[in-house]
T-cell receptor, first 113, second 115 residues
Framework: GQQLNQSPQSMFIQEGEDVSMNCTSSSIFNTWLWYKQEPGEGPVLLIA?????ELTSNGRLTAQFGITRKDSFLNISASIPSDVGIYFC?????????????FGKGTKLTVNP | DAGVIQSPRHEVTEMGQEVTLRCKPISGHDYLFWYRQTMMRGLELLIY????????DSGMPEDRFSAKMPNASFSTLKIQPSEPRDSAVYFC?????????????FGPGTRLTVL
């Protein structure tokens, strides 16, 4: 089945630095999603991308749907301590008349003040 | 407004026992999803419902797993019999939107430990 390769697995950065993470696959997706999860909580949707080439921002976050539909990236500018958490990408596609969703393994972000 | 409510928050049981996880979606949401999260496999979609009807259960790992949604405000995920490899955090999420993954609101999760 579809699989996502999310990288890097973890990042240790200083407050104020920019962050970039990405997801790649050998499969094509209809939608790319980016989530953030904090300890003891469920994931929270950050950005949803619906069209190849789409570039969408949400505050300091920017994400793009790759032109080949097989990849996506998420950038965080001017990181702050509350950006700490695990970021997941997810890809959606249609199969057998229903919608499917697969998640990347996550990027754990640590921000040093 | 209350978010997605899951109970219990933590469950410890012994291998072979039946486990029932509960979820109350956000009022008015007509999609409900069950996920499992482990270190090894990450976050996996198990099953989702639309208007109380199961739409896709292809992510349910084995026949030991079953899910029901008897009404719009309640769903259960049952494991019978449980095994140690079922230990994970189980999330319930609900959504108004049609597309899987769109603006889903996740509950806090149930951490299941099977000894």
């Amino acid at each position: 089945g579809q699989q996502l390769n999310q990288s890097p697995q973890s990042m240790f950065i200083q407050e104020g630095e920019d962050v970039s993470m990405n997801c790649t696959s050998s499969s094509i997706f209809n939608t790319w999603l980016w989530y953030k999860q904090e300890p003891g909580e469920g994931p929270v949707l950050l950005i949803a991308l619906y069209k190849a080439g789409e570039l969408t921002s949400n505050g300091r976050l920017t994400a793009q749907f790759g032109i080949t539909r097989k990849d996506s990236f998420l950038n965080i500018s001017a990181s702050i301590p509350s950006d700490v958490g695990i970021y997941f990408c997810a890809g959606q596609w249609y199969q057998g008349g229903s919608e499917k969703l697969v998640f990347g393994k996550g990027t754990k972000l640590t921000v040093n003040p | 407004d209350a978010g997605v409510i899951q109970s219990p928050r933590h469950e410890v049981t012994e291998m072979g026992q039946e486990v029932t996880l509960r979820c109350k979606p956000i009022s008015g949401h007509d999609y409900l999803f069950w996920y499992r999260q482990t270190m090894m496999r990450g976050l996996e979609l198990l099953i989702y419902f639309n208007n109380n009807v199961p739409i896709d259960d292809s992510g349910m790992p084995e026949d030991r797993f079953s899910a029901k949604m008897p009404n719009a405000s309640f769903s259960t995920l049952k494991i019978q019999p449980s095994e140690p490899r079922d230990s994970a955090v189980y999330f319930c999420a609900s959504s108004l939107a049609r597309r899987v993954g769109d603006t889903q609101y996740f509950g806090p999760g149930t951490r299941l430990t099977v000894l």
